[in-house]
T-cell receptor, first 110, second 113 residues
Framework: SQQGEEDPQALSIQEGENATMNCSYK?????LQWYRQNSGRGLVHLIL?????REKHSGRLRVTLDTSKKSSSLLITASRAADTASYFC??????????FGRGTSLIVHP | SQTIHQWPATLVQPVGSPLSLECTVE??????LYWYRQAAGRGLQLLFY??????ISSEVPQNLSASRPQDRQFILSSKKLLLSDSGFYLC????????????FGPGTRLTVL
C-alpha cells in the first residue's frame, strides 16, 4: 500500500519549540504532500515535495524526503498555539491520487 | 479563485433513511473530484473519485454511490444508511490542473442514529 503512516500519533509541545513529524510509506511515489486539519474542518494543503526533491521550505515549515528510506519529515519551527491541528501526509504514485495516513495530532501549549 | 462548497454542514439521519450530500466547485474547469470519509480520530478513506462528467471510480465497496451530473458537481448518495456510515465526509478537487494538490471543502458531519 502507498498509504503513509505518521509518527508520532500525538505530539504535545510548548510554544516556541520545534515540532517534528515523520511519515513512512511502502511503495515508490511520485510526490508526497503534507496537509493540516483544524478540528472539524477540511484539510488545507501545506506543501508538496516531488520524488526527485530532497528538501523544501515554506515559511516556518521544512519538509524532507528520503526515497531510499521511504520516509519524510515535517518540521515546524518556533511553533505557535495556532499551529495546534492534525497533520497528515499523503503519498501519490502513478495515478497521482493522494493516499492519506492517519495523521499526527499536534498540541502547542501557550 | 477557486472555491469548493459542501452542504449540508451537519446532518442527523435515522438508520435506513436515504442520503444526498452535494459538493460544487467554482473557478475551475474539468477538475478531478473526490469524496473521502473520515472516522473520528482517523485518517481519510477515499470513497470515490471522478475525472469527468459521468465517470465515477469506486475505491471501497459499500452502500454508498456517487454521481457527477455536471462538470463541477459531485454528489454522494445512499438509499439506506447504516450506523457505520456516520463520519465526516469531505469533498476535494484536484488533479493536474491543481498541480496535483488537493483542495478540500469544509466537510459534512453525518450522524446516523
Amino acid at each position: 500500500s502507498q498509504q503513509g503512516e505518521e509518527d508520532p500519533q500525538a505530539l504535545s509541545i510548548q510554544e516556541g519549540e520545534n515540532a517534528t513529524m515523520n511519515c513512512s510509506y511502502k511503495t515508490s511515489i511520485n510526490n508526497l504532500q503534507w496537509y493540516r486539519q483544524n478540528s472539524g474542518r477540511g484539510l488545507v494543503h501545506l506543501i508538496l515535495i516531488r520524488s526527485n526533491e530532497r528538501e523544501k521550505h515554506s515559511g516556518r515549515l521544512r519538509v524532507t524526503l528520503d526515497t531510499s528510506k521511504k520516509s519524510s519529515s515535517l518540521l515546524i519551527t518556533a511553533s505557535r498555539a495556532a499551529d495546534t491541528a492534525s497533520y497528515f501526509c499523503a503519498t501519490a504514485g502513478g495515478s497521482y491520487i493522494p493516499t492519506f495516513g492517519r495523521g499526527t495530532s499536534l498540541i502547542v501549549h501557550p | 479563485s477557486q472555491t469548493i462548497h459542501q452542504w449540508p454542514a451537519t446532518l442527523v439521519q435515522p438508520v435506513g433513511s436515504p442520503l444526498s450530500l452535494e459538493c460544487t466547485v467554482e473557478g475551475t474547469s474539468n477538475p478531478n473530484l473526490y469524496w473521502y470519509r473520515q472516522a473520528a480520530g482517523r485518517g481519510l478513506q477515499l470513497l470515490f473519485y471522478s475525472v469527468g462528467i459521468g465517470q465515477i471510480s469506486s475505491e471501497v465497496p459499500q452502500n454508498l454511490s456517487a454521481s457527477r451530473p455536471q462538470d463541477r458537481q459531485f454528489i454522494l448518495s445512499s438509499k439506506k444508511l447504516l450506523l457505520s456510515d456516520s463520519g465526516f465526509y469531505l469533498c476535494a478537487w484536484g488533479g493536474q490542473v491543481a498541480g496535483n494538490e488537493q483542495f478540500f471543502g469544509p466537510g459534512t458531519r453525518l450522524t446516523v442514529l
